[in-house]
């Protein structure tokens, strides 16, 4: 069996707690519902059991993902937001967070330091 990547197996298993906390709070929302069943929920996801979940799903086929990938505008590869920056371990090229939110932009002050690296410095009030 062929691992599947970490990402993967953590997103469906907060995906799979999301989608069933947003289901069974609608369904507390409505009054006749939550007389007849009760009032509280418990939602367990196990991150085995959404790994094996994804495996049952399947596997695209290597020859068919190949020739469909960059075959038409729809299966288009999109080209990632690229930044780059010196470090104290050199010149790092990485991508940008590819979601960008209004609200909450994401801001960082450092790219990459290893610790200890830093001077030993009060860093300034943010305002």
Do not use: C, N
């Not at 069933?20 to 939550?34: F, G, I, M, N, Y």
């Not at 999109?78 to 790092?92: H, K, M, R, V």
């Not at 200890?116 to 009030?125: D, I, V, Y």
């Amino acid at each position: 069996m062929k691992p599947i990547p970490g990402t993967l197996q953590e997103g469906g298993a907060a995906f799979q707690s999301t989608h069933w906390t947003l289901v069974l709070r609608a369904r507390q929302s409505d009054p006749t519902e939550t007389a007849r069943e009760g009032g509280s929920y418990r939602v367990v996801v196990s991150l085995t059991r959404s790994v094996l979940w994804l495996l049952s799903l399947g596997i695209f086929d290597k020859a068919y993902a190949k020739a469909t990938a960059d075959s038409t505008d729809e299966h288009t590869y999109i080209a990632p937001d690229l930044f780059t920056a010196e470090t104290s371990l050199g010149t790092y090229q990485g991508m940008t967070d590819q979601i960008v939110l209004s609200r909450t932009p994401g801001a960082f002050r450092t790219v990459m330091a290893p610790r200890g690296s830093s001077k030993p410095e009060w860093l300034p009030l943010r305002k």
